[in-house]
């Protein structure tokens, strides 16, 4: 018994040696993961990145933050503003200088129209500015200013308010708001509570700052705004030398843009209507246009020629008789008769 028990002892342990040998074969053959070094020199590529601020915290505490880069060109608020003195509304001029709150830089000095006390801004949303306004009669007065990015509208109201208190002395009151087409308003406070709005929205300061222009001249939030407000700048200047060139369907385009920052303006609307008989189109829009600019004495006199042309295509002839008897008294004879004047007013 014992031999042929040393036989079977044998059998498995030469059994169990085979196995042994064909797994360690099989390993060998198995390719093994090299160990891959990351390159220092290679630029990591971010999903994400995050931050800690206390920008929005009352008590001191930071919070952290999570933002995903992006390649796009940041967005910019266009703030359409109106100026108002309580108690004497035949003030509009302001000088309203904005300041960037996080480096004090200077972003822009502004002016609202002599005629409608209106403004135009462009400004980086959820970026504290200082407003300091200087107005005629009440100095300087101060106020901070937040507007957050709302991404279903492109266009924020703005009210600057002037009163004097009190103690009569004269006190700042910016009110901002966005409105949509059903005449929905939403207002929001001057020191905005930005812990209601996004986060990744309100990321929007980090992404600003990160963020250069595509031709590459742009390297902060301030030299953005100030680059988008020069292009509004020089589309009243384009406007006007389309309409010397008798480009008529470009400068209606121009005008029409520029309307819409400032309804009320005397001149754009000037430009306006005569642009709209010149093509021969809307008279309604032509006459209303022309009697806004009619009621500034700045505008070029012939305003009341175009605003006679108006009314009598539009068949209002006894308007138009007013107009033209208008324009008569405030040229001189042979200006009035070359532009067949007495024809007009015959007809």
Request: proline share 4%.
């Amino acid at each position: 018994m014992r031999p042929h028990f040393f036989k079977i002892l044998l059998f498995v342990l030469f059994q169990f040696a085979s196995l042994i040998n064909c797994a360690q074969q099989k390993d060998s053959l198995q390719p093994k993961n090299s160990e891959v070094k990351e390159s220092v020199n290679e630029p990591k590529k971010k999903k994400f990145i995050y931050f800690i601020s206390n920008r929005l915290s009352e008590d001191d505490k930071y919070d952290v933050f999570k933002a995903a880069p992006s390649s796009k060109d940041p967005a910019l608020v266009v703030i359409r503003g109106h100026v108002e003195v309580i108690g004497n509304p035949n003030i509009k001029r302001a000088k309203i200088n904005v300041y960037n709150v996080s480096n004090n830089e200077l972003v822009g000095i502004y002016n609202s129209s002599n005629y409608t006390g209106n403004y135009l801004l462009i400004l980086a949303p959820n970026i504290k500015y200082h407003f300091k306004v200087e107005i005629s009669g009440y100095g300087i007065t101060e106020e901070f200013v937040e507007v957050p990015l709302k991404t279903d509208y492109e266009i924020c109201q703005q009210e600057l308010k002037v009163k004097l208190n009190e103690k009569n002395k004269p006190v700042l009151m910016i009110h901002s708001f966005f409105a949509d087409e059903n005449e929905k308003v939403f207002y929001l406070r001057s020191n905005i509570d930005t812990t209601k709005i996004n986060n990744e929205l309100s990321l929007n300061n980090y992404l600003l700052n990160k963020q250069a222009h595509k031709n590459g001249n742009t390297t902060n939030i301030d030299e953005l705004v100030k680059k988008q407000l020069e292009e509004e700048k020089k589309k009243p200047e384009e406007a006007l030398a389309a309409f010397k060139a008798d480009d008529y369907e470009k400068a209606l385009e121009l005008y029409s843009g520029l309307l819409k920052n400032d309804l009320g303006d005397p001149f754009v609307n000037y430009y306006y209507g005569i642009c709209l008989l010149k093509l021969d189109k809307n008279k309604a829009k032509a006459i209303n246009s022309l009697l806004i600019a009619a009621a500034v004495a700045e505008v070029p006199v012939d305003v009341f020629f175009y605003l006679g042309k108006a009314y009598h295509l539009s068949y209002l002839f006894q308007d138009a008789m007013k107009a033209f008897e208008i324009y008569r008294g405030k040229v001189k004879p042979y200006d009035f008769e070359g532009l067949n004047g007495p024809l007009l007013i015959k007809n």
